[in-house]
């Protein structure tokens, strides 16, 4: 699952897995990672990245659009559960 935009936004900007690692004291494999949606920074990680790039946080993170989401809401889940605990 695609969670975050880093791949797109660091080619884009032709920046360096070495320098963000460096600049976030982390190392270039857990850079690596995030970058191709294997692992998730923090948010805080997420923020620090988007200041020293000077981007929105929000273009770092797949946009959400639930339109044709198929998938279970809270009320439909909730009332189930209530539902059932009731029983």
Do not use: C
């Not at 660091?10 to 360096?16: G, H, R, T, V």
């Not at 270039?28 to 990680?45: A, D, F, M």
């Amino acid at each position: 699952m695609k969670l975050n935009r880093l791949k797109n936004v660091f080619d884009d900007q032709k920046i360096k897995n070495r320098v963000i690692a460096v600049y976030l004291g982390k190392s270039e494999s857990t850079i690596s990672l995030w970058r191709n949606n294997k692992r998730q920074p923090s948010l805080e990680e997420f923020y620090q990245i988007a200041k020293l790039l000077r981007v929105n946080i929000h273009s770092l993170i797949e946009s959400t659009n639930w339109k044709d989401e198929t998938a279970e809401t809270y009320k439909d889940f909730a009332k189930k559960y209530i539902d059932k605990k009731n029983t």
